[in-house]
């Protein structure tokens, strides 16, 4: 740095409304705002050499130092003064202050921000009386201007949009935002304005015209928009013509989703609707319409689309390391966009993932602790497939029929494996924007779960036969599920919101029923089978409700209530299988607890011989009864940390599962009406979320605050924190192999709710 520049190091509004101080100071231009320290440490370390800069051949990494420039001052100073007078401050001083020190700067912007302006009346003047009519009958939906209101210009920026948006909608094609206008009179007694909308005619005539669509057309090209080939030519109905270069689409399921035919008014809301929809089939990556017109009143809508490849495959792995196990997973995605000529899409995914663990001797190959083969492939068709007509229903979403079909192979050291296969056909339309429903009708599943003979004999000798039964069994599911979401459009949004996702899942009452007149064979348990293993009958059920409380700027308050209760009944009432149950811990519950280590319950596994702790590591805890809540406040950090904004946040987790029945498999796992409270485990931590705009990764980082497995005071583990190498000793001598972590890390994409 020369000896004629400052660095700027602080930079601060002094007098302004707390409400506004945020926003103003998004004025403040970037030039000038203090670095981040560990930004410019890495610039400096990258760039710097003998205690000068380097002036030539520039690492672009981290941050070049922010110097103090008085233009970029002065200009600062001015945009904050105007967005006060915008938000009616029309009497605003805005004066800078700069004191240097030691070659760093410190800049104070000091606002006088006066009394604000309100508005005394609001009238308007419409030349068009058709427009005035559609203004007085629908204006109530979106007009914010009202006499009391304090003055701030983007209301009458709203307004204006507004009325754009309902003359375009209303068939006014040539309609223009300029317009619209505002007269704004501030010679009154008083810190009062009155307002006037005007909404002027075009030039040299008496009233603006209203269009219809003459017809439409759709023109495909090739991936690189190519218009070489000899295109496929098809004409449908109400005048719409379709013309494929790319010779690869069918025209019937594309003109589903074109709201702008042949006799319609014109209706931007109809032209964004197209849009939406022909983006969301995923087919395309680019879609553009442009309008000719056929004569004075009326207007052709011509689509042109440009495909994206056809094919892709992605290839994705990962390494994990967790207690002494450490592994990698290895996944190949194809993906077909086109299947069939109606943009249905095709994904076939097979993924490979295997597990070692450093406590076991011998070679890489006999540390071994897992291994999971996946495979499934998934077909979307952008309708609903069903046996009789229904509607089309696209305009609040696109409407898709999923079959999709899963395998799995599985195998865990000395101790379990299990081949599951599972099919389905699922239904997902849209009710409103914010309401979805999602109905799976027929789902079919078989799964061949085994235990390592050894272990079974180990188990049974040691009284652990039910569990034995409930993992050590093949059986076939023929269930439906169901699902409503509400307001999972305003998830990225920042505001206040209730969010609700609801889940029934139920299996075996449609052959319950069968079986009342159909002798099925039975086992030597009693139950009924079919194809010689007997058939699953239960009822699950799982809510998530979310409080989303906007508390200005990117700060933001969630609540999240996650409770679920799963009942098995019939012809296995005492059984409920391993994939139906619910487990705690993970990055997205109880981020205290790795997945599946927390609960049943006030279940300690010390009841466990070392032999089984070990083999029955995230198989002995699970739960039919589920409670669980969250508390996450967020906040923003840095605007530019690496490339990314930095968001922060501190949360508390609280919860458990639990067993419905006592089946001496999990002492103190039982669910109890007057003693669940008491087992409730409590994590609390903070986190980072690095936001991309795409994606974001984020690190929680979570303590325990109090364990349930433990008795009485000692369940608050927090006062041991501070000793816990002592602590994790004693632990260690109880509950071999198991390690007790106060801290667990959790890394993930996206937020955790």
Same mark, same amino acid.
């Given at each position: 740095?020369? @000896?004629?520049?400052?660095?700027?190091?602080?930079?601060?509004?002094?007098?302004?409304?707390?409400?506004?101080?945020?926003?103003?100071?998004?004025?403040?231009?970037?030039?000038?705002?203090?670095?981040?320290?560990?930004?410019?440490?890495?610039?400096? !370390?990258?760039?710097?050499?003998?205690?000068?800069?380097?002036?030539?051949?520039?690492?672009?990494?981290?941050?070049?130092? *922010?110097?103090? @420039?008085?233009?970029?001052?002065?200009?600062?100073?001015?945009?904050?003064?105007?967005?006060?007078?915008?938000?009616?401050?029309?009497?605003?001083?805005?004066?800078?202050?700069?004191?240097?020190?030691?070659?760093?700067? $410190?800049?104070?912007?000091?606002?006088?921000?006066?009394?604000?302006?309100?508005?005394?009346?609001?009238?308007?003047?419409?030349?068009?009386?058709?427009?005035?009519?559609?203004?007085?009958?629908?204006?109530?939906? !979106?007009?914010?201007?009202?006499?009391?209101?304090?003055?701030?210009?983007?209301?009458?920026?709203?307004? *204006?949009?507004?009325?754009?948006?309902?003359? +375009? *909608?209303?068939?006014?094609?040539?309609?223009?935002?300029?317009?619209?206008?505002?007269?704004?009179?501030?010679?009154?007694?008083?810190?009062?304005?009155?307002?006037?909308?005007?909404?002027?005619?075009?030039?040299?005539?008496?009233?603006?015209?209203?269009?219809?669509?003459?017809?439409?057309?759709?023109?495909?090209?090739?991936?690189?928009?190519?218009?070489?080939?000899?295109?496929?030519?098809?004409?449908?109905?109400?005048?719409?013509?379709?013309?494929? $270069?790319?010779?690869?689409?069918?025209?019937?399921?594309?003109?589903?989703?074109?709201?702008?035919?042949?006799?319609?008014?014109?209706?931007?809301?109809?032209?964004?609707?197209?849009?939406?929809?022909?983006?969301?089939?995923?087919?395309?990556?680019?879609?553009?319409?442009?309008?000719?017109?056929?004569?004075?009143?009326? /207007?052709?809508?011509?689509?042109?689309?440009?495909?994206?490849?056809?094919?892709?495959?992605?290839?994705?792995?990962?390494?994990?390391?967790?207690?002494?196990?450490?592994?990698?997973?290895?996944?190949?995605?194809?993906?077909?966009?086109?299947?069939?000529?109606?943009?249905?899409?095709?994904?076939?995914?097979?993924?490979?993932?295997?597990?070692?663990?450093?406590?076991?001797?011998?070679?890489?190959?006999?540390?071994?602790?897992? *291994?999971? !083969?996946?495979?499934?492939?998934?077909?979307?068709?952008?309708?609903?497939?069903?046996?009789?007509?229904?509607?089309?229903?696209?305009?609040?979403?696109?409407?898709?029929?999923?079959?999709?079909?899963?395998?799995?192979?599985?195998?865990?050291?000395?101790?379990?494996?299990?081949?599951?296969?599972?099919?389905?056909?699922?239904?997902?339309?849209?009710?409103?924007?914010?309401?979805? $429903?999602?109905?799976?009708?027929?789902?079919?599943?078989?799964?061949?779960?085994?235990?390592?003979?050894?272990?079974?004999?180990?188990? @049974?000798?040691?009284?652990?036969?039910?569990?034995?039964?409930?993992? @050590? +069994?093949?059986?076939?599911?023929?269930?439906?599920?169901?699902?409503?979401?509400?307001?999972?459009?305003?998830?990225?949004?920042?505001?206040?919101?209730?969010?609700?996702?609801?889940?029934?899942?139920?299996?075996?009452?449609?052959?319950?029923?069968?079986?009342?007149?159909?002798?099925?064979?039975?086992?030597?348990?009693?139950?009924?089978?079919?194809?010689?293993?007997?058939?699953?009958?239960?009822?699950?059920?799982?809510?998530?409700?979310?409080?989303?409380?906007?508390?200005?700027?990117?700060?933001?308050?969630?609540?999240?209530?996650?409770?679920?209760?799963?009942?098995?009944?019939?012809?296995?009432?005492?059984?409920?299988?391993?994939?139906?149950?619910?487990?705690?811990?993970?990055?997205?519950?109880?981020?205290?607890?790795?997945?599946?280590?927390?609960?049943?319950?006030?279940?300690?596994?010390?009841?466990?011989?070392?032999?089984?702790?070990?083999?029955?590591?995230?198989?002995?805890?699970?739960?039919?009864?589920?409670?669980?809540?969250?508390?996450?406040?967020?906040?923003?950090?840095?605007?530019?940390?690496?490339?990314?904004?930095?968001?922060?946040?501190?949360?508390?987790?609280?919860?458990?599962?639990?067993?419905?029945?006592?089946?001496?498999?999990?002492?103190?796992?039982?669910?109890?009406?007057?003693?669940?409270?008491?087992?409730?485990?409590?994590?609390?931590? !903070?986190?980072?979320?690095?936001?991309?705009?795409?994606?974001?990764?984020?690190?929680?980082?979570?303590?325990?605050?109090?364990?349930?497995?433990?008795?009485?005071?000692?369940?608050? /583990?927090?006062?041991?924190?501070?000793?816990?190498?002592?602590?994790?000793?004693?632990?260690?001598?109880?509950?071999?192999?198991?390690?007790?972590?106060?801290?667990?890390?959790?890394?993930?994409?996206?937020?955790?709710?």
């Amino acid at each position: 740095m020369r @000896d004629d520049q400052t660095l700027v190091t602080k930079v601060k509004l002094s007098g302004i409304d707390n409400k506004f101080e945020e926003e103003a100071s998004e004025y403040i231009q970037k030039e000038i705002r203090p670095n981040s320290s560990i930004n410019l440490f890495i610039y400096n !370390f990258a760039n710097g050499r003998n205690g000068q800069y380097r002036t030539e051949n520039i690492r672009n990494v981290g941050e070049a130092p *922010r110097l103090l @420039d008085s233009s970029l001052v002065e200009i600062s100073r001015n945009q904050i003064e105007r967005f006060l007078i915008n938000k009616g401050y029309f009497n605003v001083k805005v004066q800078d202050s700069i004191s240097i020190k030691k070659k760093k700067a $410190h800049i104070v912007f000091h606002v006088d921000q006066g009394n604000p302006f309100y508005v005394r009346k609001v009238t308007d003047q419409i030349a068009d009386s058709s427009i005035d009519s559609l203004y007085e009958k629908l204006g109530s939906e !979106f007009k914010r201007l009202h006499e009391g209101m304090r003055y701030d210009s983007d209301s009458l920026v709203f307004e *204006r949009e507004s009325i754009y948006n309902l003359a +375009r *909608r209303s068939g006014y094609f040539d309609f223009l935002r300029q317009y619209v206008r505002f007269e704004v009179d501030s010679n009154l007694t008083g810190d009062l304005v009155d307002l006037k909308l005007i909404v002027d005619n075009p030039a040299d005539k008496d009233e603006h015209t209203v269009f219809h669509v003459d017809s439409s057309s759709i023109v495909i090209k090739s991936s690189t928009g190519s218009t070489r080939q000899t295109p496929k030519v098809d004409t449908l109905a109400s005048a719409m013509f379709f013309t494929d $270069h790319s010779r690869k689409f069918k025209p019937k399921p594309l003109n589903r989703y074109i709201y702008m035919r042949k006799g319609d008014l014109y209706n931007i809301d109809f032209e964004n609707l197209t849009y939406d929809r022909l983006y969301e089939l995923n087919t395309f990556k680019s879609v553009k319409v442009n309008y000719t017109k056929s004569d004075s009143t009326h /207007v052709n809508a011509n689509y042109e689309l440009i495909p994206l490849k056809r094919m892709a495959n992605r290839i994705e792995g990962e390494y994990t390391f967790n207690s002494g196990r450490s592994g990698f997973n290895f996944g190949n995605t194809y993906t077909n966009r086109n299947l069939l000529g109606g943009s249905e899409q095709l994904e076939v995914k097979a993924q490979f993932g295997v597990l070692f663990d450093s406590g076991l001797s011998g070679s890489l190959l006999n540390r071994v602790y897992n *291994r999971d !083969f996946q495979f499934g492939a998934t077909l979307t068709v952008p309708r609903l497939i069903v046996p009789f007509r229904i509607p089309l229903i696209g305009k609040n979403g696109m409407p898709r029929t999923v079959f999709s079909t899963n395998w799995q192979v599985f195998d865990q050291l000395n101790t379990y494996s299990n081949r599951y296969f599972i099919n389905s056909i699922s239904y997902i339309w849209n009710e409103t924007r914010y309401k979805v $429903h999602q109905l799976t009708p027929i789902s079919l599943e078989y799964r061949i779960g085994r235990l390592d003979e050894d272990f079974k004999q180990q188990l @049974d000798k040691e009284g652990y036969r039910l569990y034995i039964e409930s993992n @050590d +069994r093949a059986y076939i599911g023929l269930g439906s599920q169901y699902s409503y979401t509400f307001n999972t459009l305003r998830l990225n949004n920042l505001e206040n919101f209730f969010y609700f996702r609801g889940a029934i899942d139920v299996s075996g009452n449609t052959l319950g029923l069968i079986s009342e007149v159909v002798d099925f064979k039975k086992n030597e348990s009693g139950e009924n089978t079919l194809l010689g293993v007997p058939y699953l009958q239960y009822s699950k059920i799982e809510t998530d409700f979310r409080y989303y409380k906007h508390l200005g700027g990117e700060r933001q308050l969630i609540f999240r209530f996650n409770p679920g209760v799963a009942v098995p009944y019939g012809n296995n009432q005492n059984l409920l299988i391993f994939e139906k149950n619910f487990y705690s811990g993970g990055m997205n519950g109880i981020r205290a607890w790795q997945a599946r280590t927390l609960g049943p319950g006030g279940y300690n596994r010390s009841v466990l011989p070392d032999s089984l702790r070990l083999n029955l590591r995230n198989l002995d805890q699970l739960g039919e009864v589920k409670i669980e809540g969250n508390l996450e406040y967020r906040f923003k950090l840095l605007n530019n940390f690496l490339g990314a904004k930095l968001k922060g946040a501190t949360f508390i987790d609280a919860g458990n599962i639990w067993r419905l029945k006592d089946d001496g498999l999990n002492p103190e796992g039982q669910f109890k009406w007057n003693g669940f409270l008491d087992q409730i485990a409590i994590g609390g931590g !903070f986190g980072f979320r690095f936001d991309l705009e795409y994606f974001v990764f984020r690190l929680d980082i979570a303590a325990k605050i109090r364990d349930p497995q433990f008795k009485g005071s000692d369940r608050w /583990v927090i006062s041991e924190i501070f000793s816990s190498k002592e602590f994790n000793e004693r632990y260690l001598e109880t509950n071999y192999p198991d390690k007790y972590n106060f801290i667990q890390y959790n890394f993930g994409i996206g937020m955790p709710f």
